[in-house]
Nanobody, 114 residues
Framework: QVELVESGGGLVQPGGSLNLSCAAS???????MVWYRQAPGKLRELVAS???????NYADSAKGRFTISRDNAQNTAYLQMSSLNPEDTADYYC?????????WGQGTQVIVSS
């Protein structure tokens, strides 16, 4: 049972940057870590993932602007976002995939607006 707590969301102007963190309650060394987002009226979509062996994938919308990383010693995954635009406005969720289970954080809200 893994508890995930996201932080770092908030209001940012277009073109700005924001860094999200996902702190896990236990070791994530052998788990895949994934960031999703869900905008109002839309389905939840995958933003970026980093596997337990550090393989990284990005959605087309995130590639070149977002950076996913992990620090196993701190039991934390990160999503560094730059060049934000209003289309990035969404609730961002951390996801942890173990061999047997999948866990979700509560989400953190990101609003990109002037």
């Amino acid at each position: 049972q893994v508890e995930l707590v996201e932080s770092g969301g908030g209001l940012v102007q277009p073109g700005g940057s924001l860094n999200l963190s996902c702190a896990a309650s236990q070791s994530i060394r052998y788990f895949d870590m994934v960031w999703y987002r869900q905008a109002p009226g839309k389905l939840r979509e995958l933003v970026a993932s980093v596997s337990r062996d550090s393989k990284i994938n990005y959605a087309d919308s995130a590639k070149g602007r977002f950076t996913i990383s992990r620090d196993n010693a701190q039991n934390t995954a990160y999503l560094q976002m730059s060049s934000l635009n209003p289309e990035d406005t969404a609730d961002y969720y951390c996801n942890c995939r173990t061999p047997l289970n999948t866990y979700w954080g509560q989400g953190t809200q990101v609003i990109v607006s002037s």
